[in-house]
């Protein structure tokens, strides 16, 4: 079976996700992503990657001169809408021109399909917080959030909101 490519810009191309993927980028997570997932939920890198991944309904990952970047996608809620989510490794610097161009195109991709995206990123956790910008999300302002109880922001956005 031949993988679908979503968008692709030189040396670089989104793709369905996959377990395989999962393993290759696991080990080499930013450090804000690690630092992230453990402050909310006290889960490993490997182990935060598999279960976002796992419970997400599209999951994409990007590919880079053939190395797995960044895996990202929508973890559905029981209840309508979804938690949108990205872990990835320092090399999402390399494209991060293309990879801020096509952003609000998986965005909206995500948005049409759950109306409703929600999640909370990590106060410390800079870069994250100006692309979810970018890409159009409203922010609360900071408040204890997960295990640790470290300053989190609420983010979401709403169908036609």
């Given at each position: 079976?031949?993988?679908?490519?979503?968008?692709?810009?030189?040396?670089?191309y989104?793709?369905?996700?996959?377990?395989e993927?999962v393993?290759?980028?696991?080990?080499?997570?930013?450090?804000?992503?690690?630092?992230?997932?453990?402050a909310?939920?006290?889960?490993?890198?490997?182990?935060?990657?598999?279960l976002?991944f796992g419970?997400?309904?599209?999951a994409?990952?990007?590919?880079?001169?053939?190395?797995?970047?960044?895996?990202?996608?929508?973890a559905?809620?029981t209840d309508?809408?979804?938690?949108?989510?990205?872990?990835?490794s320092?090399e999402i610097?390399?494209?991060?021109?293309?990879?801020?161009?096509?952003?609000?195109?998986?965005?909206?991709?995500?948005?049409?399909?759950y109306g409703?995206?929600?999640?909370?990123?990590?106060?410390?956790?800079?870069?994250?917080?100006a692309w979810?910008?970018?890409?159009?999300?409203?922010?609360?302002?900071?408040?204890?959030?997960?295990?640790?109880?470290?300053?989190?922001?609420?983010?979401?956005?709403e169908?036609g909101?």
């Open positions: 079976m031949v993988a679908k490519i979503y968008v692709r810009s030189g040396n670089t989104v793709t369905d996700a996959t377990y993927h393993d290759e980028l696991a080990p080499r997570l930013r450090q804000a992503d690690l630092d992230e997932v453990w909310s939920h006290h889960l490993s890198g490997y182990h935060a990657l598999k976002s419970m997400s309904d599209p994409f990952s990007i590919i880079h001169n053939d190395k797995v970047i960044a895996i990202f996608g929508a559905p809620f309508g809408g979804a938690s949108p989510w990205l872990l990835g320092d610097r390399d494209i991060w021109l293309p990879f801020v161009r096509h952003s609000r195109y998986f965005v909206q991709l995500m948005l049409d399909r409703y995206l929600e999640n909370y990123v990590d106060a410390r956790n800079v870069l994250s917080i979810l910008k970018f890409c159009g999300f409203k922010f609360e302002p900071a408040a204890t959030y997960g295990v640790e109880r470290l300053p989190f922001h609420r983010f979401w956005m169908k909101g």
